[in-house]
């Protein structure tokens, strides 16, 4: 049995690479420029031998700006320069050894601290960042968008072969035949549905995996629906599923479905009744037709309840 990660993992390699591009050559380009800046200093030893105040006035106000002046030795020769203005001078007093940085091929550049190194770049880090960030998101929840990232798997957008379910109607038998595409967890969601019947039970596994969901379109204008029973295995209704299904009247779901997604029942005028359990966590908006005449049946205190309330629908508590 074929893995369904291949194509997702190659969406998300693929799709990362400017992101990771965006990370590593700032990254690098700071490293080097760090090595070349250690290379191109020294350290020695030095005594803050007076202090230089000057002020200055801002807006009104007068700032005092002490600049410590150090004497310090390389070889036989000593230099003195002028240290950048600090900002606590009682930390240091005359007298005090501090550290001098010092360029080698000329000494009498020096710095009391380490020389300022070039500037973190920070913004094409955080750009990679969360450039990666939001692939790694698409790559996890890939199942519960309108659009689909599998591109592998043998075939095009991550689809397996078409399975076909016998139905045994009592005056013949009736085949369905379900297009399904691997999800990331294992399981396959149905993109596609290709059969006559009017009472329909979707199965709960395909091609020995368990059906999670139900893509987008994947009932659309099957005008020859009547009824549909959707298992709890299936956790997710795309937007869009059962868009246009003229003659759909009956909608079961079953315990274990937990996201009705936007407009996934819509272009419905025939309903009449709809059972929603309370496993649902979320319904979309216009899940179901606006002008929708069904009985909803709820459990008390339920998602399916809260959303017959809001939008006015009507609605009975079993």
Known sequence: ???????????????????????????????????????????????????????????????????????????????????????????????LRVNVYYAPQNPDSAHMDQPDEKTFPLLPVLMGT??????????????????????????????????????????RRQADIFTSKAASDFTVVISSYTGTSSSLVIPDTLNNRSVSGIATGAFRQCLSLRSITIPGTVSTISMGAFSGCMFLSTVTLSEGTETIQSMAFIVCPQLQNVYLPASLTFIGKDAFPDDCKATFHVTPDSVGETYCKRNNLSYVVD
Request: include cysteine; hydrophobic fraction near 35%.
């Open 1 to 95: 049995m074929d893995s369904p990660l291949p194509g997702k993992v190659l969406f998300l390699l693929f799709s990362s690479l400017p992101g990771w591009i965006l990370l590593l050559i700032p990254l690098h380009a700071y490293r080097s420029l760090k090595k070349q800046n250690e290379a191109q200093t020294a350290l020695t030893t030095g005594e803050i031998v007076r202090h230089e105040i000057s002020t200055k006035r801002s807006k009104g106000k007068t700032t005092t700006i002490t600049h410590p002046v150090i004497t310090y030795r390389v070889g036989q020769n000593s230099y003195t320069f002028t240290a950048d203005s600090i900002r606590k001078p009682e930390q240091y007093p005359v007298g």
């Open 130 to 171: 969360l450039w990666i960030s939001v692939c790694l998101v698409l790559f996890c929840f890939s199942d519960r968008l309108p659009f689909s990232f599998d591109f592998g798997s043998g075939s095009k957008s991550g689809a397996r072969s078409p399975a076909t379910v016998t139905i045994d109607t009592g005056s």
